[in-house]
Structures are given as C-alpha cells and as structure tokens.
C-alpha cells in the first residue's frame, strides 16, 4: 500500500511581519501544531506500513513506556507530592 506524501506547508518556522496581527506566542502555538500534525502522520504512516512482527514491538514499547510512566507516578505519590498522584487521563506523555 503505497502512501502519498503530502508536502508541509510552507510556512512552517516563519512567523508572520511585524505588526500583522500575530503575536510570537500565537505563531509558536501554530507552528507547534503544525509539528505535532506532522509528527501524528509520521507516526500513523509507520504503523500503517509496520510488518506483523514491528507492530508487536511497537505495542511492547509502548507499554513499556506506560509502566515507566505509572511507576514514576507511584513513586512521587508515595512522596506525598499531590501534584503528581497517578491519573489515568494524564497518560498522554510521549
């Protein structure tokens, strides 16, 4: 199954003139976007593509990953910091 690339827009890494309209934080907000978009395709177009064998090791890493995440959670919780007690909607770490 072949993929077709789509090209970046070409404004990715410019921000607009001064006075435009658009603040730095604004365009850092777009461009930050536009990378994360980039990335999610990337990614989304590896495991589209990935062999039977390569989807397995994604998932071990992934959840290899996620039990890394829970530990350092646990062990901060147990520290009695309340700003880091596991959450499980705030796995979304990468």
């Not at 077709?4 to 658009?22: V, Y």
């Amino acid at each position: 199954m072949a993929l077709a690339r789509q090209p970046l827009p070409s404004n990715i890494g410019k921000t607009g003139p001064a006075g435009a309209g658009s603040t730095a934080p604004e365009a850092a907000t777009r461009q930050s976007a536009l990378q994360r978009g980039a990335l999610e395709q990337y990614q989304r177009a590896q495991v589209e593509a990935a062999s039977p064998t390569r989807l397995i090791v994604l998932l071990y890493e992934g959840a290899i990953r996620f039990c890394r995440i829970a530990q350092q959670a646990m062990r901060k919780s147990r520290s009695g910091d309340p700003e880091h007690k596991l959450d499980p909607g705030a796995a979304n770490c990468r």
